[in-house]
């Protein structure tokens, strides 16, 4: 195992996902068990602005955490080092720049390697960390699996579980009423958690981001289905699905600090266009957090404990600014600045559209 005793810290940064706490149970057990000293950083970067806060993980403090969901951590999407939204003395909130405090910190603290867990926002600041000097080691997290140079990223499986179930639950009510349902999925800019739960729960129709949809051929898919007796419509709709020559929905967000834009509203869009251009009644639902609720399946928490097992193995390697990525069988060391801002979306030509296609899923083009 090595004989380089190593302090390393772990954070978990962004939106939550489904298997976070068994990466951080991973990191622990597999560093302890090398005879390491593990920290765990609270709410991602700024934790480390006060270094009485930051946590020894033991074996004990994280036993039995691999089922649950969240972070025993805590994580944040308005924590960038970088500009962060501080309130000044007459309470009007100003960004500042808290970068060097951090990594002035981490080495006071006699910090090795931070492990940050986190989606491309969070790995792009690990990234610009690495450069002032602070060794990282990224681990792909997001339930909307659009990272890439991974196959995939844990809390993804469980998020298409939880939407699959509640798509399979709207077909009883939807037959029953003759109704159409518009179900919103998040997932950004990528269409993943649509089109593989939409194809799972048996939609008549799935919207992506990455397929322009025409509204008509929605509409005709869902008059189609009452020509052929199938009198109830399941349209899943991805929170960044937009139509041909449209934009996306977006939501005012009043979080401070937040970089990215708020999706939502596509759902609420679609359903008003359906029962607008054809005589059925039409109801739209978001799923929203639900997606990013609830324990980890057991797919997730298996491939997060080997994230984070092989996080642990790269930093005794010596690997240093490298995120672990699932490519299958093994786990493999690639660049931070691959991954970083370059969105993994739905092929349009994949096996599963085809799949969809083949089976009558209509995509609306
Ligand atoms: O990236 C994960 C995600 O759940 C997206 O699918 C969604 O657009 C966004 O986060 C929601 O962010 P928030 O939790 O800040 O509302």
């Excluded at 489904?18 to 991973?26: M, Q, R, T, W």
């Excluded at 500009?83 to 006699?110: M, W, Y």
Aim: charged fraction near 20%; glycine fraction near 12%; hydrophobic fraction near 45%.
């Amino acid at each position: 195992m090595g004989d380089r005793k190593f302090r390393i810290a772990i954070n978990t940064g962004g939106g939550d996902a489904p298997g976070l706490n068994a990466v951080i149970y991973a990191v622990t057990m597999a560093s302890t068990r090398r005879g390491w000293e593990v920290y765990g950083i609270p709410t991602g970067y700024a934790g480390l602005l006060d270094t009485t806060k930051i946590v020894q993980l033991t074996p004990e403090r994280v036993a039995s955490i691999v089922p649950l969901g969240g972070t025993i951590l805590g994580t944040t999407n308005r924590g960038d080092p970088f500009h962060l939204p501080v309130k000044n003395a007459s309470g009007q909130v100003e960004f500042v720049d808290v970068s060097d405090r951090i990594v002035q910190n981490f080495r006071r603290f006699g910090l090795d390697v931070l492990v940050a867990v986190g989606g491309d926002g969070s790995l792009a600041l690990a990234h610009k960390l690495a450069a002032k000097g602070m060794p990282v080691l990224g681990v792909p997290k997001t339930i909307d699996n659009d990272l890439s140079c991974t196959l995939s990223t844990f809390g993804f499986d469980t998020a298409v579980a939880t939407a699959t179930e509640a798509i399979d639950k709207l077909h009883s009510t939807a037959a029953a009423h003759e109704r159409v349902f518009v179900v919103e999925v998040m997932g950004r800019y990528a269409g993943w958690i649509a089109l593989h739960s939409g194809a799972a729960g048996q939609a008549d129709v799935v919207l992506l981001p990455e397929i322009p949809f025409d509204i008509d051929k929605v509409c005709d898919r869902v008059l189609d289905n009452e020509r052929r007796g199938k009198r109830y419509a399941i349209v899943v709709v991805a929170e960044g699905a937009k139509p041909a020559g449209g934009q996306m929905v977006t939501k005012p967000s009043r979080s401070i600090g937040r970089s990215e834009v708020l999706l939502g509203g596509i759902g609420d869009w679609v359903a008003e266009e359906i029962s607008s251009r054809v005589e059925k009644e039409t109801r739209a639902l978001a799923l929203g957090h639900l997606q990013r609720g609830g324990g980890p399946s057991a797919f997730d928490r298996l491939l997060a404990l080997r994230f984070g097992a092989a996080a642990v193995r790269f930093v005794g390697e010596g690997l240093r600014n490298v995120m672990v990525a699932l490519r299958p069988p093994d786990m493999v060391p690639v660049p931070i600045a691959d991954v970083i801002e370059r969105t993994k979306r739905v092929p349009v030509d994949s096996d599963t559209i085809l799949t969809c296609r083949d089976i009558g899923v209509s995509f609306g083009d």
